[in-house]
């Protein structure tokens, strides 16, 4: 069982950055690819960007290409989002999630754990 916990959501203007982190608990977490997923109002949680357990392979949603990161610390059990130049469209809840092996994937089926969200806002 893995238990996550996102912090760094907020209010930001356009243009701004925010970094959004994901504690994960348990002592294997470099056995887990990681994502991130969000969830616009009224629209369907869609995938931002993934990581695999060994850091070896990262995809990105093609909207945020180029302006988010996604990194891990295996060692602080700790995924990170890097977001710059924030847009009014990437407002909403971001989710962290955990799949049970090593690849990533980008489809939200693919992950088994997941945190309870962290608002994003981006004002215009």
């Known amino acids: 069982q893995v238990q996550l916990v996102e912090s760094g959501g907020g209010l930001v203007q356009a243009g701004g950055s925010l970094r959004l982190s994901c504690a994960a608990s348990?002592?294997?977490?470099?056995?887990?690819?990681m994502g991130w997923f969000r969830q616009a109002p009224g629209k369907e949680r869609e995938f931002v960007a993934a990581?695999?357990?060994?850091?070896?392979?990262?995809y990105y949603a093609d909207s945020v290409k180029g302006r988010f990161t996604i990194s891990r610390d295996n060692a602080k059990n700790t995924v990170y989002l890097q977001m710059n130049s924030l847009k009014p469209e990437d407002t909403g809840v971001y989710y962290c999630?955990?799949?049970?092996?090593?690849?990533?994937?980008?489809?939200?089926?693919?992950?088994?754990?997941w945190g309870q969200g962290t608002q994003v806002t981006v004002s215009s």
């Open positions: 999630a955990a799949r049970s092996y090593v690849p990533a994937r980008i489809g939200l089926a693919d992950y088994d754990y």
């Open positions: 348990g002592r294997t977490f470099g056995s887990y690819a």
């Open positions: 990581v695999s357990g060994s850091a070896a392979t990262i």
